[in-house]
């Protein structure tokens, strides 16, 4: 039966050690909060992949969240961890202006490594209500200094749960419409290849220095850039030989 | 860092943080610090050009490179087997998520009279090759049906070549292949570097010569695997790795000491802090006085805006330099990868000369590769000592790496770490250590 692969985008957590990045990573794997910080509890989780299905159509989005493996905590997060993630959250204590105030070097790393990671920011710990330092204000002031570089601006608690689920699901809704926009410009470049280049077999090819004939070339040239991962490559190979006869 | 661990781990060159992955997973408590700011040390990538620059001590550049931080460039040049010892690693450990692939498009080697021709990578390309006339072809293709067919534990298969007591030389004779097809087969296919294996038992050759038959059927072109964004992003893998199975990181740390008692480690020292432990793995740079020298490697970093000529234009490269084609004892070894692969700016290629020293002036010993590139717009040279360690570290538990070799993939690399696992624990690692996601915790 041929199943639709839902398109997994990587999302990561990034923001200093202690401010709940972990927690949200186990409200978002199975809805559960651990009270102290007990690094066990974490151990093996690399990332987490969930479904959202997009309201009123068929379009389903899977996130893939990643933690940090607490490597923020002595030493830097290495440059690996931000390659190919589509989304970022900035994650910050709420009761802990220090962990607001150090975001902008972080923003710095995302920017740097993941440059086309959409980037929301989110104050955690919002159940420690009358010790919350850091007001909506000045979260927004942040926004707007980095040149709305935020796709959104969320308070969670992992405590509750309040807003978690919520947060999770605007992103995948925020990263679904980008996702369609990408494809409708891809297919668009598609309807420019001319019709030349879908010859049946036998047919003369092209001469060379015309369009069919560069244009052909691109797509060739497309399709050399092509990378893989092992796994999936692997995977691919154990389902047969795919059916492509070119 | 004034706690007790069971393993300190110093330098995150891809050996340690492979070694620092294993022991957290087999669940050791590590300690892994290195001496830089950065991951990686000698197996770093360099990011952004103008680190490169300052590291050889050249003046930074203008914008003729494009934007700085599009490079990520190696210091040690290696490919990766797609059948090798590393892709079992990167998939059994599950590091392989966090890395995307490409295959190195050719593979070249010099012949006669200087000129570079491609390793088949098929029947078809083998046949229409011009590397050796149209008998030998049918001699060279008996050979490879043989290999192909060669089971260590099957007598029945081995055509009375007995692994362990033939030689590969009286296996060339055997099949009538003549000498530049046995150099081929020896330096393109079985990649040695030298001719000493000739006169050994041929199982390690018809092993190595399968893995690249094994490896080339893989994905195509080349046996050849090369990750997005560089080398660099190798150790990195393996260090988070690391540190999502409990591992400690601390870079920018200046390793002052390991401390010995009673003939054994009982800790590392950094400035007025000891950190204890029970076990110490490091890099030779970490233990000067621990280790001895074994050789020398030159490695010339060259920057281009083309492909290497005669390749039709491919977009990455290995050419291999025969050791007899130039009249020297190891093989000079170019590899060149591109902006294809994240490591340049657009348009741009890096190719990469390496072999071991063998005279006094290992810059003319690199020429015949030099003049295989065409123009090169910047150059840089480093001479690098090849070290080992003077004991296996079962004694004193200090258990040292060996330095990068020349070899042009991580084959000797990956024999080292399982080694050095095994020496340290006792016992082979076991992969199923490893869980894969969520499910498999619970």
Redesign the interface.
């Given at each position: 039966m041929a199943t639709v692969k839902i398109p997994a985008q990587k999302v990561i957590l990034v923001g200093e050690y202690g401010v709940g990045k972990s927690s949200l990573f186990r409200r978002f794997?199975?809805d559960t909060f651990v009270r102290a910080s007990d690094?066990?509890s974490?151990?093996?989780?690399?990332?987490?992949g969930k479904v959202y299905q997009m309201k009123d159509t068929d379009r389903a989005l899977k996130l893939q969240l990643w933690?940090?493996?607490?490597?923020e905590?002595?030493?830097?997060i290495?440059?690996?961890?931000y390659?190919?993630s589509e989304a970022a959250i900035l994650v910050f204590a709420l009761d802990r202006p220090d962990s607001f105030h150090v975001l902008s070097q972080h923003l710095l790393d995302i920017v740097?490594y993941a440059e086309n990671a959409k980037i929301f920011l989110c104050g955690n710990k919002f159940d420690l209500k009358s010790r919350i330092q850091v007001t909506d204000g000045e979260m927004e002031a942040f926004s707007e200094q980095c040149h709305n570089l935020m796709s959104g601006l969320y308070k969670t608690s992992c405590k509750t749960g309040e807003g978690v689920e919520e947060m999770f699901r605007d992103i995948a809704n925020q990263l679904s419409e980008t996702n369609r926009f990408v494809l409708k410009t891809f297919m668009s470049l598609f309807t420019l290849v001319d019709p030349d280049l879908m010859l049946p077999p036998g047919h003369p090819r092209p001469e060379i220095g015309t369009s069919a004939h560069r244009s052909k070339i691109e797509l060739q040239s497309l399709e050399?850039?092509?990378?893989?991962?092992?796994?999936q490559?692997?995977e691919a190979d154990e389902n047969g030989p795919n059916d492509c006869s070119c | 860092m004034d706690e007790d661990y069971d393993c300190i781990v110093l330098g995150t060159g891809l050996t340690e943080c492979i070694m620092s992955g294993m022991l957290s997973v087999s669940g050791k408590k590590v300690l892994h610090m290195d001496r830089n700011k950065y991951y990686g040390g000698e197996s770093a990538s360099l990011t952004p050009l103008e680190e490169l620059f300052t590291k050889f001590g050249v003046p930074t550049p203008d914008d003729t490179f494009g934007r700085g931080r599009d490079w990520n460039v190696d210091l040690i040049p290696k490919f990766i087997m797609a059948n090798g010892q590393l892709v079992k690693l990167l998939i059994h450990t599950g590091v392989t998520r966090y890395l995307e692939f490409k295959s190195i498009e050719g593979s070249y080697v010099m012949g006669k009279s200087g000129k570079i021709c491609k390793v088949p990578a098929d029947e078809r390309e083998a046949l229409s090759s011009d590397l050796m006339g149209l008998f030998e072809k049918r001699r060279f293709k008996n050979f490879l049906v043989f290999v192909q067919d060669f089971d260590p534990k099957d007598p029945k298969t081995w055509k009375d070549v007995d692994p362990q007591k033939c030689t590969m030389d009286e296996v060339y004779k055997k099949f009538g292949l003549d000498p530049n097809t046995a150099d081929f087969v020896g330096h393109a296919l079985a990649l040695y570097r030298d001719d000493d294996y000739r006169q050994k038992p041929c199982q390690e050759a018809l092993d190595r010569i399968k893995l690249y038959s094994d490896s080339l059927a893989r994905y195509g072109k080349s046996p050849y695997l090369y990750p997005l964004y560089g080398l660099g992003e190798l150790p990195q893998g393996f260090a988070r790795l690391s540190a999502i199975y409990g591992g400690t990181y601390m870079l920018d740390k200046p390793i002052d000491e390991i401390v010995m008692e009673g003939g054994k480690v009982v800790g590392v020292r950094s400035g007025d802090q000891i950190a204890k432990c029970k076990q110490v793995f490091c890099d030779p740079s970490y233990a000067p006085t621990q280790v001895r020298k074994v050789g020398q490697v030159i490695r010339c970093i060259c920057l281009l805006d083309h492909p290497l000529p005669n390749t039709k234009d491919a977009l990455s490269t290995q050419i291999i330099i025969p050791q007899k084609q130039v009249n020297r004892q190891s093989d000079i070894y170019v590899t060149m990868v591109s902006y294809t692969h994240q490591v340049a700016s657009k348009g741009w290629f890096i190719a990469m000369i390496s072999t071991n020293v063998e005279t006094d002036n290992p810059e003319q010993e690199i020429q015949p590769g030099l003049n295989l590139l065409g123009p090169i717009k910047q150059k840089f040279i480093q001479l690098s000592d090849v070290y080992e360690p003077q004991n296996d570290g079962t004694d004193n538990q200090l258990f040292i790496s060996k330095s990068y070799d020349a070899t042009s993939h991580f084959q000797t690399t990956c024999v080292d770490v399982l080694d050095i696992f095994k020496r340290a624990t006792g016992e082979e690692f076991d992969f199923t250590n490893v869980k894969h996601n969520l499910e498999d915790q619970e």
């Open positions: 794997a199975n690094r066990q974490t151990l093996g989780l690399d990332n987490f933690d940090t493996g607490g490597m905590r002595v030493a830097s290495t440059s690996s961890y390659k190919y740097t050399e850039a092509r990378s893989f991962r092992i796994d490559a692997l | -």
